[in-house]
Structure formats: structure tokens, C-alpha cells
């Protein structure tokens, strides 16, 4: 069973940067493709970003392509998410997913979620 817990989130204004982290509890970590989904009030949840295991590869949804940038330390089994450039339509909270299969943008391929980061940006 893999423990997943995000931090990092917090109040930004248009325009600023936050990191968010995700710490996984598992030392089998490593063979899990990561990935990262948000929700805002009164939204269905969607998806952020993914990383393969091996983090070779890494896609985006159109939404933060080109401002949020996913990576992961496998040593020290945890993912990081680079926020860049944010707006007020990237208020949500941000949740850290891991999976067996190789890649995935669809939320029901998650086997284990973290409690969620919350992130604001202001106007």
C-alpha cells in the first residue's frame, strides 16, 4: 500500500510560482508512474501531469503546458510539481496519484491518492 502526502500548496498571486511535493511512503515507489490531478469547487476533478516511472517521459494537460513542469527523486521517493506562471483558473486542491500502468490521464488508473494540497491564486 503506497501513503502519498502533498505539500507545498498555499495563496499566490497571478502570475507567481509554487512548488508542490508529493512524499510516497512505499520503497517499491520507483515502479509507479506518478501523477498529479486537481479539483476546484463545483468541478469534476481533472487531470494535471503524469510521470513514468522511469521519468523518461512526462505529459501535460493542455491547460498547464508550458507553466507546470513534473519531476521526481526516486531516491528519495518523492514528485515534485513546478508551478510557473499561475492563474486564478489554477485554484484547486492538487492531489498526488500513483498507478501500475505505464501512463495514464484518466483518474479512475489511480490506485492510491494523497489528502490533497490546497492552491489559491488571487487577482
Known amino acids: 500500500q503506497v501513503q502519498l502526502v502533498e505539500s507545498g500548496g498555499g495563496l499566490v498571486q497571478v502570475g507567481g510560482s509554487l512548488r508542490l511535493s508529493c512524499a510516497a511512503s512505499?520503497?517499491?515507489?520507483?515502479?509507479?508512474?506518478m501523477g498529479w490531478f486537481r479539483q476546484a469547487p463545483g468541478k469534476e476533478r481533472e487531470f494535471v501531469a503524469t510521470?513514468?516511472?522511469?521519468?523518461?517521459?512526462?505529459y501535460y494537460a493542455d491547460s498547464v503546458k508550458g507553466r507546470f513542469t513534473l519531476s521526481r527523486d526516486t531516491g528519495k521517493n518523492m514528485v515534485y510539481l513546478r508551478m510557473n506562471s499561475l492563474k486564478p483558473d489554477d485554484t484547486a486542491v492538487y492531489y498526488c496519484?500513483?498507478?501500475?500502468?505505464?501512463?495514464?490521464?484518466?483518474?479512475?488508473?489511480?490506485?492510491?491518492w494523497g489528502q490533497g494540497t490546497q492552491v489559491t491564486v488571487s487577482s
Open positions: 496519484a500513483a498507478t501500475n500502468y505505464r501512463s495514464g490521464s484518466y483518474s479512475y488508473l489511480y490506485d492510491y
Open positions: 512505499e520503497r517499491t515507489f520507483s515502479s509507479y508512474t
Open positions: 510521470i513514468s516511472w522511469s521519468a523518461d517521459r512526462t
